[in-house]
């Protein structure tokens, strides 16, 4: 079925060490990918986004890499901070109206 | 604020009843929907709005009818609720296609009792 997933669950880091959330894609012809934040009671906030004919785009502390031979993706945060506690999603998009594919979403807890 | 807001917040109700979210959005996107996220955290589109026009239905019982008056506003109105139907419930709106500037709302969870 549809899915964008392979994740760990739950992923613990210490404060001040590197973060990567992994992600693993079906669709290999999906042409653009977006990482999402969300915080407990609020809805999912765009993090950074890279379109397929690119293999890394970084923002400011993140990076995503995308590895479209194995139709892998993944959100590198570095010196996790206490506030990127939250559950992290990627999402691919279909081009079929706009509609997104969720993967399973990561648990990120950040140990002070 | 530029924004996607949806109201309530927090929506709580029996079983067989009916009730309405709503949805608006302040950045000029042309196209809405609305996801539905379990328990589970995963996150499932149910409808896409284009300029008013449907464009996506995911299966969705019929139960659910989402109304656009307009290209800024999606409703969503469930007939005959059900327990199965508690979930947190998130608009989002972008340009037509997807793409950058796809935005969530802060998402209404509806309990069904």
């Known amino acids: 079925g549809e899915s964008v997933g392979l994740h760990l669950p739950t992923l613990s880091v210490q404060e001040g060490d590197n973060s990567i959330i992994n992600c693993a894609y079906s669709?290999?012809?999906?042409?653009?990918f977006i990482w999402y934040k969300q915080e407990s009671g609020k809805g999912p906030q765009f993090i950074i986004d890279?379109?397929?004919?690119?293999d890394k785009r970084q923002g400011q502390r993140v990076t995503v890499l995308l590895n479209k031979t194995v139709k892998h993706l993944s959100l590198q945060i570095a010196a996790t901070q206490p506030g990127d506690s939250a559950v992290y999603f990627c999402?691919?998009?279909?081009?079929?109206?706009?509609?997104?594919?969720f993967g399973q979403g990561t648990e990120l807890s950040v140990k002070p | 604020d530029t924004a996607v807001s949806q109201t309530p917040k927090y929506l709580v109700t029996q079983m067989g009843n009916d009730k309405s979210i709503k949805c608006e959005q302040n950045?000029?996107?042309?196209?809405m929907y609305w996801y539905k996220q379990d328990s589970k955290k995963f996150l499932k589109i149910m409808f896409s709005?284009?300029?008013?026009?449907?464009?996506i239905n995911e299966t969705v019982p019929n139960r659910f009818s989402p109304k656009s008056p307009d290209k800024a506003h999606l409703n969503l109105h469930i007939n005959s609720l059900e327990l199965g139907d508690s979930a947190v419930y998130f608009c989002?709106?972008?340009?037509?296609?997807?793409?950058?500037?796809?935005?969530f709302g802060s998402g209404t969870r509806l309990t069904v009792v």
């Open positions: 950045l000029g996107h042309d196209t």
């Open positions: 999402a691919e998009n279909h081009n079929q109206g706009g509609k997104l594919i």
């Open positions: 669709n290999s012809a999906s042409d653009y």
């Open positions: 890279i379109r397929s004919n690119m």
């Open positions: 989002a709106s972008s340009f037509t296609g997807g793409g950058y500037g796809y935005t």
């Open positions: 709005y284009n300029n008013k026009e449907l464009i």
